[in-house]
């Protein structure tokens, strides 16, 4: 396949996955376009060869007319937060969804991919070995959450009315230039704690970010029966969650700082935190949400048969593999 003359847009193309994606890409000889908000990180693509656009999701005519002349569509923009305000997630998640699709129908786009994610799962209970398939909540444990689920079924409308979609649900994206995930625990550790919410282990399952751009890439060119479904994407080795903290923040050289906090107490805390900041502080960020307290105190985990029987898919970067590229970067990043 002479992969130079297909034309591929990247949303979310100055973001964490975005920015390696549209740098894989490029690699591989497509020609990328990157639409993204972040002029700074824009600016470097475009010295890789990659064409940066300034673009806002919710923006219906400049979004529908990007779409034109693209080939394939990955479409990994959102705002991903554990908390704000719900017009701000809707207008990029459901609104900004519903612009791609728009543009993807009207200019005849060969495939979709969306990223979706694991967080609409959430309902704050133990799952193991969760699958495509498994009942979703009757409330999300978050807006981010439910919006990411209402642009999935915006989706399953298109893909009904005839638009090549497909979808991953990748979990806990690590690695080099996160800016959210680890970066947040490891600042909260040497701020203050570690909040060690309830007494027992908590397993997740984590993907290394370059695994996620394999998926990403298998879906580009998957066989058409995987069109309109759903894939959950990990590194297949769940962790323990307090455990790979503890240690990636000694192997980093800080002093690992857990501190006890029953469940009933960290969510009445949260709840709080979260009141304050609804009523006084303009929707700024609370310290603890109702929804960490969750992702910290139960355990959720995927099953990945379908993304390895349909798209071929297996994690090629270890856990520890990941975390060493990471522990190298932060160093790095970190430096004096």
């Known amino acids: ?7 591929l847009l990247v949303t979310g193309g100055t973001g964490f996955l975005g920015q390696k994606l549209v740098k894989r890409l490029k690699n591989l000889g497509y ?4 639409l993204g908000r972040n002029e ?9 060869g990659i064409t940066f656009i300034k673009a806002d999701l919710k923006d219906t005519g400049s979004i529908k007319e990007l779409c034109m ?17 719900y017009k701000d997630f809707y207008n990029a998640n459901v609104l900004g969804t519903q612009n791609i699709i728009s543009g993807c129908r009207e200019h005849n786009v060969k495939r979709l991919i969306y990223v979706s994610t694991t967080s609409i799962y959430n309902d704050f209970t133990d799952k193991f070995n969760l699958s495509e398939n498994e009942p979703l909540p ?13 642009a999935e079924q915006e989706l399953d409308k298109a893909y009904l009315q005839g638009v090549p979609v497909i979808t991953i649900r990748p979990s806990g994206i690590f690695g080099p230039n996160d800016t959210s995930i680890l970066p947040r625990l490891i600042r909260a550790n040497n ?8 007494n027992k282990k908590v397993y997740v399952d984590i993907t290394y970010v370059e695994n996620v751009i394999d998926a990403l890439l298998l879906c580009k060119d998957s066989p058409d029966h995987t069109l309109g479904k759903k894939y959950n994407i990990t590194n297949d080795s769940p962790i323990s969650l307090y455990e790979f903290l503890e240690d990636v923040i000694v192997r980093l050289g800080y002093k690992f700082k857990p501190r006890k906090i029953s469940f009933n107490t960290a969510y009445q805390l949260a709840s709080i935190m979260e009141f304050v900041s609804r009523t006084v502080l303009f929707y700024k960020e609370p310290p603890l949400t109702r929804y960490s307290v969750g ?21 090629k970067i270890t856990v520890e593999e990941g975390v060493i590229e990471l522990l190298k970067w932060w160093k790095e990043a970190n430096a004096g």
């Open 1 to 7: 396949m002479n992969t130079r003359n297909e034309n």
């Open 31 to 34: 020609n990328v376009t990157a």
């Open 40 to 48: 700074v990180a824009g600016k470097k693509l475009e010295t890789l």
């Open 69 to 85: 002349n693209q080939d394939y569509v990955f479409h990994c923009g959102a705002l991903s937060s554990p908390w704000g305000r």
């Open 138 to 150: 009757s409330k999300f444990a978050n807006t981010y959450a439910e919006t990411k689920y209402m």
């Open 191 to 198: 701020s203050k704690f570690i909040p060690v919410v309830g």
């Open 295 to 315: 992702v910290l105190t139960k355990s959720r985990t995927l099953d990945i048969c379908a993304a390895k029987n349909d798209l071929g898919y297996y994690p």
